[in-house]
């Protein structure tokens, strides 16, 4: 089974961390390919560094597509591109945000995300809404680090996650954590160590769940919303995506 | 891994089914253990069915908690003694009805659930609040049929699974089936084939959901909510509860 | 006029205590029966204890149908075995949480919740939700005593309620308290008096409604979802229920 | 204990009939003083008759207030003027769309409405957001006859609301029908009769609700939203308002 | 194009005012006349006084009916009256509150409301759940302010509504202030200046809305729910509204 | 005032089209830019199609900052980009989407909304939702028409979009018909003749919400959630937004 982890930012270092989180859990069949795309923002922090990534997942999913892939794992916690990429595969294709949540709402009845910075908690805050786990989220909340500072100055940001981590603990009336950043892949064990409760982080999350859903055999549905996307021609930078 | 599959009712040929289906997605490592409890009702089809089931779902934890499970799954689509369950245990524990919404909704944007009797359509419904997928179910349609029936005539069952499917493809505005009852375990392929769509059916989604949380490292928060019960006295035939 | 009034758990002094708050409210032409299982758990404070007592208000309500009883109370703040109870009767059932917030809906705009310990707020969140009340409810606060300290230890109970009453009187922007555990039925008077605030008590707001609907002839609706449940076996320590 | 059953339309006969529905329903203690308003509309089937009708309420409830009124239910089922006459007393007040409700949800778990008038669907739609049952009503339905032929011509209107009632029995999923006009209270024993269903008519169901609130000593809530309004000046036909 | 802009209160110096904050953005072909009931509340704080408020501006929509209104503005918070307002005209009728939320909502993902007494908050928060803003709205906040002293002590409630305001910005996560009275519409530049975020007024947002709406021939829909209220028979102080 | 009207797809027919509906609504003194990407679909039928569509959408946006753009416009029903858009200018952003619901709410109770594909419906549901518009819409509908024939068989388009707005009409009670296309931009008054109804258009309401938002000098919070992004580095196709 090949599974394509996608993560939608241009950094390499990035990718690498995402790719051995989801290698370290990944079954004794599957390959990870984790792949990161030609063009895009090194980082993804706002609505706009998304909107452009989001392309470059659709270029990812459709790489894979030429190579036979099995499912897909868009690694950033905006699940930036996701519908899009469902319409351009059968293939399972999982958001680590969904991904996270979904495990967290089977081990606690009520969790908190700790996110990197404030500004993209209200991408939270969308998803929680639109995938229906608004109601089980106690609170988004930033540690205020800039995703490249994951890479950067590893042990600072994780002391401000564990920081906000344990707040949400103490103050929040929850039984799980949700990392809020694909940067955050390598530090799951530490930060649950740290703060004493279940963590949930995407990437891994997204990885068993890809599996299980190739393991039975579900694909991304081809009638109705999430159907190949029509033909048709597209212009300028886009026209390699004419069909 | 030992996943235990709970049957909550006591008909053994349904024990046998689950369990046969639950063995066919798990993984190679992975041990199913297919039970039922000692007493209780010989298939769900109420409340009241479910509240009986509840207590036998209690007893087979902690008959697995004595021989090192580690995960369980509620094999009935009503997930009755789900919170109680986790309570009992740190290992995971998961429904067959929450897992088949988790699965559904990531294949499809919508999906209608197909179960057994009409008058268990509130109890899917809700769960369906209760989780947070109300507004991804188009519908809760019922077959109109006895649960036992899926044992002791089943083709008619499964002919009128499908005709019930049908109608959700062509009305609801679908793109993927959730199957209600876990006794349909063994159908999936057969409807999902006849149906032109993904079926989802929440003994297998379960047992890949159970040994992704196991292979994670997930388990039952015991912060809050879910901690195991206070110890206290139990009177009459519950004394054996007694701590 | 016969009301059963049943404690889901199996500790008399409470039963006494529940039986004492309903006779207080009871209308001239209506008997009291005070009850409580011959199994189960001597004080309900988590889902398990919950499931299991589940089965003792269905044997509760079982026995009333042999006594011709017109309405039933289930006395613990978590309505265990509602739907159950009402499958089993003509007979309208009531629950306490349900009876104090419909009652809190219609003198405040808003109220919050004062229970016992913390871990089973999240059951009053779930009924909450199903209900339809969860906007209506500014907090679900606990006073952090188990249950039985309130026979144990009533004053220390009862001034630790007080306190928890008052901080959601000044900080939660309510109207009124919903007090949620059966055992501080005899409590109303002294903590709204120490409060200043409307407080609202299932037990014997649950007398009033199940009168109510005696007076109109309003009974469980036996189409559809609430009929009496499918005959059939039930096995072991069970197999009384079977029909 | 005395209870004003305000009529908010001006018309007598229908006055007549809400007032018999009441005593017919009423405790022994209870003395039922059915009243309307000396100005305002014939029948309430707009928002605009509904905003002049509040007014009248207000009226009515001041005029109460100068009788030692225990307990006032405003007897339209738009419930005009609920909350400001919460204001102007202590004692409870209960609408007849609020108390159906209340009570459709004790005795099933979703019920349909049936009103006169299409075009007031939209106010009982409100009611039900703004109160928390939307969920458990699965359509508001209306049987298309004007408020006053219920007065006028009883027979034809009786007939309309059976046949949409039975309508709703076979179409909706539900368990219990509420009835959505006050003028309509004379006719539940029928419609339940002919349809089969538990039929929940709002005037007796408040008259009920009311009772149970003051023989619990629970008062609309001064604290707050609905304390009394601040004395202040009214000018022209309100001038009287002024304090 | 004319603009009926109507004070639902009674005291002229907030008419003027609120004329004036209309006039100020009215566009060069909108003429602006702003008036007030001849009877009603000095000022509007209360569900009581907005009860009898709703008469009044559905005086004044008849009023300007006979004067070829294109549209209504009714400026205070609460909105009284919208609905009936509605159907008595072909003309757009928007009020101020739904037009600061419409407005908020679209250069803000998250707004709180400062409004003038905390007692209001509810009907804010009525509303905000009635339209369906209720997700984008933080906190309702009060400045404790009675009405009047905006006029009687400006600079007073100046600087408490801006107190508020920046407690909103500090504590909410917001991006924008809704102002929560009519009589704050001369403010909204110096409480922006002083709090540093967009502060949305609704008589200003009202404005601009009718004139929009008039532009585009958009007319109130008098197919179904809002058509003109059927003819009938007023009586006592209401029966000039015969027909 | 200068308003940019982005049309996110690169169909020069289409961009006159919406050029010229927004022009004929725009006010004396706004002059209208009406634009579309370099790059990109031909039309907007997809999830797919909208993530390609959302970076054309910023670069036209950036491309308007340089020219000292008032306000912008996204002339696609999906919205495409809105938020990212946001993030790069202080202008305001409309999207003809929500600006439809807007006006829509503002005119009738309950709309429905009239689309081209019925697999884009899906987009619209998931916006009904995030705006928190979804209790106001019956249904989403579709004539299955694909977005070109707007352009290349309009005769035939009109009829179907016709046939589907009395469907709706007739069997959703509602009371206005929202238009799920810009290529529709031309028809409304077409529509709003044959059907009846009040028809809002999106691209005509989104520029009046423009002008407003210009008028009352409500300008993009840039506090918090859409404040500027991050300048930083994007790689390969990317690499003009770097900053």
């Not at 081809?222 to 995506?241: C, E, N, T, V, Y």
Request: glycine residues 10%.
């Amino acid at each position: 089974m090949k599974i394509r982890v996608i993560n939608p930012n241009t950094t390499c270092a990035m990718t690498e961390t995402i790719g051995a989180a989801a290698a370290r859990v990944a079954g004794p069949g599957t390959q990870i390919v984790a792949t990161q795309p030609a063009g895009g923002p090194v980082s993804i922090e706002s609505h706009f560094d998304e909107a452009v990534a989001a392309v470059g997942v659709a270029e990812e999913v459709l790489a894979g597509e030429r190579e036979q892939t099995d499912a897909y794992v868009i690694a950033c916690f905006g699940d930036p591109g996701l519908w899009s990429a469902r319409e351009l595969t059968r293939a399972p294709v999982i958001g680590i945000a969904e991904a996270a949540f979904h495990m967290a709402a089977m081990v606690a009845t009520r969790f908190s995300v700790v996110t990197t910075l404030g500004r993209t908690g209200i991408i939270a805050e969308h998803l929680l809404q639109q995938y229906g786990f608004a109601h089980l989220c106690r609170k988004v909340r930033a540690a205020e680090i800039p995703v490249l500072d994951l890479e950067h100055d590893p042990d600072a940001a994780l002391r401000k996650i564990i920081e906000e981590s344990l707040r949400a603990k103490h103050e929040d009336g929850i039984g799980a954590i949700v990392l809020g950043c694909g940067g955050m892949a390598d530090l799951t064990d530490t930060i649950s160590d740290a703060v004493g409760l279940p963590v949930v982080e995407g990437v891994s999350a997204a990885v068993k769940l890809a599996e299980s859903l190739v393991h039975l055999g579900l694909k991304t549905s081809k009638h109705g919303d999430l159907d190949f996307p029509r033909p048709k021609a597209f212009a300028g930078q886009f026209r390699h995506f004419s069909a």
